[in-house]
């Protein structure tokens, strides 16, 4: 999936359960959250790809219609929606983006670091940016990993 939005010209920051992992927690996670960048052309990008690789919304919207600004501003305001979910068919895999980035996309883009996931170059929120995203989660699971990413930052 990575290897088919970085082919698709699609810039993404991996956050969420995943980069925990990449940045080097063990731990398990259910789904892949990713930021992407939400201009036009490359969220529609995202979207033929990974609805190429099979993924349908959780919602009963088209997939398309996260592309578009306007729909998405008002899926926000209307439905206080924070991310946009795909999953297979059989609801094996889920992946969340983000339908506001928790930072300015710019910045967490210019913070991440660089990690190969098999043979893909993919962006890895920064220790720092990942703490905050977690802290401002709050939830059980992310005060765990703010520990185990706070003592990754200190080693």
Do not use: C, Y
């Amino acid at each position: 999936m990575l290897a088919a939005l970085a082919g698709a010209d699609v810039r993404f920051v991996v956050v969420g359960g995943v980069a925990v992992v990449l940045h080097g927690h063990p731990r398990l996670t259910a789904d892949l959250d990713l930021v992407i960048d939400l201009e036009v052309g490359p969220a529609s990008r995202a979207m033929q790809v990974l609805t190429g690789l099979g993924l349908v919304p959780r919602l009963p919207v088209p997939a398309s219609a996260f592309a578009d600004p306007p729909t998405r501003d008002r899926w926000v305001a209307e439905r206080n929606l924070m991310v946009f979910t795909l999953t297979d068919p059989d609801g094996l895999l889920e992946v969340d983006l983000f339908a506001r980035p928790p930072l300015p996309f710019e910045t967490l883009w210019a913070r991440a670091m660089t990690v190969l996931v098999g043979q893909t170059e993919a962006r890895v929120a920064s220790l720092d940016d990942l703490i905050t995203m977690k802290r401002d989660a709050g939830r059980p699971q992310d005060l765990l990993d703010i520990a185990a990413l706070e003592d990754l930052r200190d080693r």
